[in-house]
Structures are given as C-alpha cells and as structure tokens.
C-alpha cells in the first residue's frame, strides 16, 4: 500500500500505487485547488504552503513551492519521470529550458538524466506541481561548471512535475522489468489467489506471438501459465493495475524459443518479451489450516475486520457436495439459518476452521480434504452415501455472528467467570483426549486472566488458583502433545509463584527425563519428594529415572571403553617405535627406563581407574532400581 509523502523522500511503495498522467493532460495543465494538500513536507513538519520555502536534508537543497500538486503520492528513484525545468543561475539569467524547445523531458530518475539535487528534489514533488529548487554547487555543476554555469555557481530549477511511471526492477536483475500504467486498488495478490487477466505479449518488432481472450483468461497465480515471468508478474500486481512489462530470455523461454501455436507466429531463441498485462479482478484464496488440506476461495468479500472466534454462535448457508458436485446437505436454506458453535465440533472441521476466518456477509467456496472432513469413515447423508477418504466441497456464507465482550469491557468478575467456564470446557476436552483443543481452551482461559489485569484483593487469590491450574493443565496436554518445551515453560510460570507446587516439579521432571536432561529431571524430583515424601507418582518417576541414569552410564561406560581401548593401542604404537628407535641405541639401561616410563604412563592407569568407576556405579544403581512413571492428571 503507498505511504503518505509525510516523509521527505517516500518509499517505493508509495511510487507503486502512483498512476501515469491522464490521458486528456498536455503538460500545461493548470494546478489543483488551493484548498488541495502539498505534497512535499518535512519528517513531522507542517505541509508546505504556497510561497514558503523549506530546506531539505542537510545538503543546502532548498524548495518552494509555487504551486499544489494532486493526491499525495511521489516518484522515487528508478522511475519514469516527465517534467518541464527552466533551469537559472540565482540573477535570473536562464541557461536551459524544456519550454523554450517545446516538449517535456522524460528520463528516469537516479540515472543521471539531471543533476543529483534537482532529482532529490522531484522526488519530494505531487503529480502537477510546480516548485523552485535552489541548488548549492555541489549538487548542480560542481566546481567543473556547464555551458551558461560558471564554476562554482548556485542555481536555480523552476520544475512542473507532469508525470511519472512506477518502474519496479521485480528480480533484481533487470530480467523482468514493470511499468505500472494505472494503478489498482489496495487489494495486493497473493501466490494462491485465482485472477482474471489480459495480456497481450509481443516481440521488440511488435509482432504479437500471444493473446488472452477479449474478456480475459481465468488461472490460478501460481499454475505457472505463458512463461516464467507471469506468475512472477502477477504476484506484485493489485486487481485494476495496468503494466507493460519487458521480459528478458531468461524469463521468458530462452534458448528452445517456441514453435507457433494457437494461431500466433513462433517466438525466436532468446528472444526480448514485451507484455500488456492488466489484472482484471481476484477472489483471493487462503490456505486456512497451513497444509493445504483447507482452501478458502474468497468469491464475495465480507465487510468489517471482526471475525468469529472461538465459542461464538455463527449464523450460516451452506451447501455441501462431493466433487463431482452431487449436493449432499443444504444448511439454513429452509427454515432460517443454519447454528453452530465453532470449535464445538458440531459441523466437520474443516468448515469450522474455514467459517473462523470469514468475515460477515462473506461468500466463499471451501475444499476440505479427508483429514478434516470425514477422514476414512464412510457417512450417509440425505440418502447420499460419502464414501471414505472423500474429499469434500462448500460453498457457505456467513451471514452474522454473535460476538462475545471484547476484554476492555467485561468487569473482573466476569472474566473470572469465563476464564472458570473456558477451563472446564478444557478438562472435558482433556478426558476425552482430544488435547490440541483442551491446550486452547486453557490457554484463552488465561487470556481472560492474564497478568496485566487488575483485580480485586479478594478476587486476587481466586485467579491465581484459577491462572495456575490453566497452565498446569496445559502442561498436562502439552506432555501429551509430545510438547516438552512447551511443557517447561508453563511449569517454569507455576513455580515463579509457587516453588513448592508438587505437579509443577512433577510434570517439568516429565518433560527434563523427555528431553534427557536427567540431571534437572532429578533436581525436581528430589525437591517434590522433599514436600511429599510419599507421592506415589513421583516415586515412580525416580524409579524411571534411575532406570534410565543405569542405561545411560552403561552407554557412558561403553564409550569409555572404546576410548580408553585406543588410548591403549596408542601407547603401544608408540612404545614400539620408541624401542625401534632405540635399537640403534647401546645404551639399554635407558631403553628400560623409557619401557617402564611408558607402562606406568599416568593417562593409562587414570583410564583403567576411571572404568573401574563406572562400573561400581552401574551395579549400585541397578540395584535400586524400582516400577515405572504413573499418568497425569488434571483438575
């Protein structure tokens, strides 16, 4: 989206959403109303006005402007600029002018067309606008000067901004080059979303070698349709951008060319693209779930930002088919609208989740894999027999929710209330092992009761009860979940407030002993056997524990073994070259000396010791050794 041009130099976003001139300008076009805002402004400064003069940055670059501009976007470097300049020395004397030859000059901007100073100048400027830029020499002629310019000169530039072309550079590598002709709306495509487009593709001779039909082609962004540079292409595009794009060879379809087809000539080996491309309309498409088992295609958009959440009451049409478009239910069509609450699974889930992203008045068409529809179960509905592993389509509106207090306006008690309710919707959720949904449930009952909240000196036990119990709870799921990081982090939360919480040092020893980091598992066990001394499931888990130390020790041994078994074999190569070497020697009594040197060597006999070691403490735990860890549970 473009930005305002509140900055001195605005981004290139902004140039992106800027339309070329209009078709009925002649470059002599009178200036907007007085009443229209400047588009130039200094960081927070006030917009200037008429008459004032403002520096710019800290070059000496000065400006005043003469006259308004249109709308509030600006060129940036690298676009197509057209402007009319007199160019004057600070006396009045001119020594360049586009009006006294006629026409405008067009170039693009930081490319040297025009001085440095005057071209940071013109990208501060609106469509229209006419302004006077007063130039230190050096950012006009230098010391060198020009024809009319003495060495040294300030100058002056009286510049009417006509219009420029957003020129956007999309590889990097000047492969694929666009310049938006009109812009589009705000409305930006994304890599899934389904476009209507026109093209026209041509060669540098203007031979055309490709066409959509008159009302445009329908294609999904990435199917990868024409050339490489269309999908590229479209995914900077916004529904109602015009562009003429330059495609090099490498983007288009290099070496091999193309033979003739659909009734359009051959496209020659490396050959240079030109293409009109106009993005006619696009009903986005979501990948709801992150797997692509749940696709939303947007076919009316809804109004508003607000969607439903969790809990709330949706009101819905749907239709639901196979396919191959047999309809096999037809919900809130006769006898008002069709009820659920989401993440209740009162419907599939898949429409749940894709319902959950919609806003009100939204049309949409959903496909929803087996996964999260019916999975392998086959289903009889309306005498329509779905086999399984069927995957299922729904066309379904969302004509209103119910919306539950925004947090802001519900009272403490209140929210203690629906943080209680949230979590024993939790704990049945939990019995019933389906624990990514209970691990929600808890985790928006804190939300109800985060610490940010005031409460209370009363209610302020209450809800510390209430906060530790959801992440306890989460916890549990979470060791469920194989989640162990997770784990610790919610017990961790619980024995900040409370370091002598039993389940707390229980269920983090679980997920420690998970992550086999025994050692901390045992520190958090020793310490809940300090506060119970006969809690069954700690116990457990110490035997657990110890079962584990014994198996890990031997693995330990077994690696020192291996080593200290080469750290052996190499001090025997070494004593056979020693004695090799000192064969050549007379002197035996040394030779006997190095041999008992080397026998006794201390690094060896540490080894040995060291095996020996581990060994006792292997036997000593495996004696200890004691049944197996117990299940949690949660409250």
């Known amino acids: 989206m473009a930005r ?3 900055l001195l130099f605005s ?20 200036g907007a109303s007085d009443d229209e805002e400047p588009g130039e402004v200094i960081e927070s400064a006030p917009p200037l006005r008429v008459g004032e003069e403002r520096s710019l940055g800290v070059g000496g670059l000065r400006k005043k402007l003469l006259r308004r501009g249109r709308g509030w976007e600006t060129p940036v470097l690298g676009d197509e600029v057209t402007v009319h300049y007199v160019g004057m020395l600070l006396d009045g004397t001119k020594f360049d002018s586009t009006r006294d030859r006629g026409e405008p000059l067009t170039f693009k901007l930081g490319h040297g067309g025009l001085v440095s100073g005057l071209e940071q100048g013109i990208t501060t400027m609106n469509k229209r606008e006419l302004a006077l830029f007063t130039l230190p020499s050096s950012l006009g002629y230098g010391e060198s000067g020009a024809q009319g310019v003495p060495p040294g000169a300030d100058i002056q530039f009286e510049v009417e901004l006509i219009s420029w072309i957003a020129v956007v550079d999309i590889c990097k590598d000047g492969g694929i080059v666009k310049k938006i002709l009109s812009s589009g709306d705000d409305t930006q495509t994304r890599d899934l979303d389904e476009v209507t487009v026109k093209y026209r593709v041509m060669l540098q001779d ?23 540079a269309l999908p590229k292409v479209l995914k900077t595009m916004r529904r109602g951008e015009r562009a003429v794009v330059t495609v090099q060879p490498q983007y288009a379809f290099g070496e091999q060319g193309r ?23 696009l009903k986005p498409v979501v990948d709801v779930t992150g797997d692509m088992k749940v696709i939303k295609k947007i076919l009316r958009a809804g109004e508003g930002t607000r969607r439903p959440r969790d809990g709330e009451t949706v009101q ?57 529809a019916f999975g392998n179960n086959e289903i009889k509905r309306d005498n329509i027999t779905i086999p399984g592993c069927t995957t299922l389509m729904y066309e379904v509106e969302l004509v209103d929710f119910t919306k539950e207090k925004e947090l802001q306006e519900m009272s403490a008690s209140e929210k203690i209330e629906a943080a209680e309710k949230t979590k024993n919707s939790g704990n049945e959720l939990y019995k019933s092992g389906k624990f990514h949904r209970a691990a929600k449930k808890y985790d928006k009952a804190i939300n109800y009761i985060n610490d940010d909240e005031p409460f209370e000196h009363g209610e302020e036990k209450v809800v510390k009860t209430l906060r530790t119990s959801c992440w306890l709870n989460h916890a549990a799921c979470c060791l469920k979940l194989r989640e162990f990081q997770e784990t610790i982090g919610l017990c961790s939360k619980v024995l ?105 060597h201390p690094k060896r006999n540490e080894a040995e010791k060291a095996q020996e070691e581990v060994r006792g403490d292997t036997e000593h735990q495996a004696m200890e050794a004691e049944p197996s860890l117990a299940n949690a549970t949660v409250t």
């Not at 055309?208 to 024409?226: C, D, F, H, M, T």
């Not at 033979?259 to 309309?281: H, K, M, Q, R, Y």
């Not at 006898?335 to 609450?341: A, H, P, R, Y």
């Open 316 to 372: 819905i049409r749907c239709i639901g088919m196979l396919e191959d478009g047999t309809v096999f239910e037809k919900l809130g069509f006769d006898g008002g609208l069709f009820e659920f609450i989401l993440d209740e699974e009162q419907v599939t889930a898949g429409l749940d989740r894709a319902v959950a992203t919609m806003l009100k008045g939204e049309l949409s068409q959903v496909t929803v894999e087996p996964e999260y």
């Open 206 to 228: 203007g031979s055309v070698v490709a066409k959509s039909p008159e009302v445009g082609l329908e294609l999904y962004i990435n199917e990868g349709l024409l050339c490489p």
């Open 4 to 6: 305002s041009s509140r």
């Open 11 to 30: 981004s290139a976003s902004a140039a992106r959403a800027a339309a070329a001139a209009d078709d009925d300008d002649d470059g002599s076009g009178d």
């Open 496 to 600: 900040y407030i409370e370091s002598c919480n039993v389940k707390a040092l229980y269920r983090r020893a679980q997920a420690y002993i998970e992550y086999s980091d025994l050692d901390l598992a045992k520190l958090d066990i020793q310490k809940a056997l300090e506060i119970d001394p006969h809690n069954r499931e700690v116990k457990a888990l110490q035997s657990t524990l110890r079962k584990l130390q014994v198996e890990s020790n031997k693995r330990d041994a077994k690696l020192y073994a291996n080593m200290f078994e080469r750290m052996s074999k190499d001090a025997d190569v070494a004593l056979k070259k020693l004695k090799v070497e000192k064969a050549h020697s007379d002197d035996e009594s040394d030779d006997a000396s190095v041999h008992a040197m080397i026998i006794e």
């Open 259 to 281: 033979d003739a087809e659909d009734g359009f000539p051959s496209i020659p080996p490396n050959a240079i693209l030109n293409i009109d491309i106009e993005l006619v309309s």
